[in-house]
Nanobody, 131 residues
Framework: QAQLVESGGGLVQPGGSLRLACVAS????????IAWFRQAPGKEREAVSC?????????YADSVKDRFTISFRDSAKTTVYLQMNSLKPEDTAVYYC???????????????????????WGKGTLVTVSS
């Protein structure tokens, strides 16, 4: 099992930016994916973005496309960033990173957004967008 620790959350005004970090340890596989999910009060957890370790392919929810960017910090691929720009009040949520410790036959495209596919989760970091 992987261990995941998020950081970087906080209070930001609408239109502002934040960068979240997820530090992963205990991953010994060559093929895995790291994703960000979020959960707002009273709402279900939703997928935000995902990155594949094997080829760096990225996936985004429509609600954050063109505003958020996911990336590995370096070639070690143990830290994943989520750069969030043009933040809106509706982006307010607890943000979780998660690890999918396998390479599905179909690739990550059809499955990255499904929370139950992920093997390990961090404890989350709170992002509040408010004036």
């Amino acid at each position: 099992q992987a261990q995941l620790v998020e950081s970087g959350g906080g209070l930001v005004q609408p239109g502002g930016s934040l960068r979240l970090a997820c530090v992963a340890s205990g991953i010994t596989l060559d093929y895995y994916a790291i994703a960000w999910f979020r959960q707002a009060p009273g709402k279900e957890r939703e997928a935000v973005s995902c990155i594949s370790s094997s080829d760096g392919m990225t996936f985004y929810a429509d609600s954050v496309k063109d505003r958020f960017t996911i990336s590995f910090r370096d070639s070690a691929k143990t830290t994943v960033y989520l750069q969030m720009n043009s933040l809106k009040p509706e982006d307010t949520a607890v943000y979780y990173c998660a690890a999918l410790l396998a390479l599905p036959v179909s690739g990550y495209g059809p499955v990255w957004h499904v929370a139950s596919n992920y093997d390990s989760w961090g404890k989350g970091t709170l992002v509040t967008v408010s004036s």
